[in-house]
Structure formats: C-alpha cells, structure tokens
C-alpha cells in the first residue's frame, strides 16, 4: 500500500503564473488535508477536503488559491498568479476517518522567483 | 483559538541519554493528539496518536504522555541515537474542528555520537 504521493517535489514558478501541486491519498482514503509550511514556522492548515467536497477552507487565502478533490484522480491545490510570499512547502496528508490518524506526503517544495 | 508550543526550540543530547520533548496545548477540549518526525527535506512521519481519553502511547523506544487538564504532552526517546536526530513536531486536533490539525513549530533534535 503506497504513502501518500505528492508531486511534483519541486516546483519553480515565475511571479504571475500559476502552480499545480497534485495529492495522490492513500488507498482507501477519502479524506484529505494541505498544509503549508513557511520557513522559520509550524504548519498552518489550509483546506480539508473529501471526495468531491470542500469540507473545511478557513485556512487558506480568499483569493488565488483553491483546492479539489475530484472523484476520480488526485486532490489537487491550485495557487494562480504566484508571488514570492507564496514560497514554502506544501504538505498533503490523508486519513481514513474524521479526525484519525493523519499520513503525511512527502510535499512539494514550491520556489517562486 | 487552540495554540502549541513546544520549547525549547532545540536540544542537543550525547547518544545513550533518556530525554523528554515537552509540549503545551492552551485549549483543552482536544479530539486527540499527535506526535511527527521529520527530517531536513522531508515529510512527516506520524509516531504516535493518543486519544483525549487516553493518558499514554508507546512504541518502542518511544513513550508519549498525554494530560488534558493541565494542557500538556511529553515524548519521552530512550536510550537516544545519532539517528534520532530530528525535528519533533506535537500537534492536537481540537474537538469540533473538523479533524484540521495545530502544529508547534517543533523541538530540533541533535544526538550526538
């Protein structure tokens, strides 16, 4: 049973464009979390997310960013026209229940220049 | 609003010592609690969960202590090892919050040989 996936590791955008970062779960998981962490801080939650549902956004930004879950295919965080404050790294951790036990990816390292 | 902190902020052990990872939590009504590790570049690696209703967690040369009333958690690493070397992260999940998870900022470990 593979971990959590993310890719890719390292993303490097361009101020203005926009970033993809793709969560695949664990099998059997139907519960998924974005984190982001920002050098020299903890990890802030951003979105939680089930199959097709938005359950729980109050940590991410109102604009730019947006986050999926479809019912096919990978959970994905969506961040258009990137700045450089955007820079950290994001971290996809999936669970099978409410409030389980949490397995984190390995994250995306997004560089923004 | 629920606020981890873990201090201090790093710790420098010689290898064989028995060592304790504090962690304070200001809002008791928690759901459970988590202990990570993560390596430099790397993800999170879960080492224990202890439910609210549960008061320790162990595995191995590892021991996490949980007390509620008082708002804090202890990871206890015995007989430490130059691969122990890590960044201890606590993180509660708060009754009614949708299982999203509030991190400290983590204990760098540092075992030396």
């Known amino acids: 049973n593979a971990g959590v996936m993310q890719n890719p590791r390292h993303l490097v955008r361009r101020r203005g464009q926009e970033a993809r970062l793709r969560c695949s779960p664990m099998?059997?998981?139907?519960?998924v979390y974005w984190y982001r962490q920002l050098p020299e801080e903890g990890l802030k939650f951003m979105v939680y997310?089930?199959?097709?549902?938005?359950?729980?956004e109050s940590g991410m930004p109102k604009e730019r960013f947006s986050a999926e879950f479809p019912k096919e295919g990978p959970s994905i965080l969506r961040i258009q026209q990137v700045v450089r404050g955007d820079s950290a790294a994001y971290f996809c951790a999936s669970s099978p229940v409410p409030q389980g036990q949490l397995f984190f990816g390995s994250g995306t390292q997004l560089s923004v220049l | 609003k629920q606020e981890v902190t873990q201090i201090p902020a790093a710790l420098s052990v010689p290898e064989g010592e028995n060592l304790v990872l504090n962690c304070s939590f200001t809002d008791s009504a928690i759901y459970n609690l988590q202990w990570f590790r993560q390596d430099p570049g790397k993800g999170l690696t879960s080492l224990l969960l202890i439910q609210s209703s549960q008061r320790e967690q162990t595995s191995g040369r590892l021991n996490a202590s949980l007390d509620k009333s008082s708002g804090r958690s202890t990871l206890y690493i015995a007989a430490s090892q130059p691969g122990d070397s890590a960044t201890y992260l606590c993180a509660v999940s708060t009754t009614g919050a949708n299982s999203k998870l509030t991190f400290g900022k983590g204990i760098t470990l540092s075992v030396r040989p």
């Open positions: 099998k059997g998981h139907s519960h």
């Open positions: 997310l089930q199959k097709e549902n938005i359950i729980d």
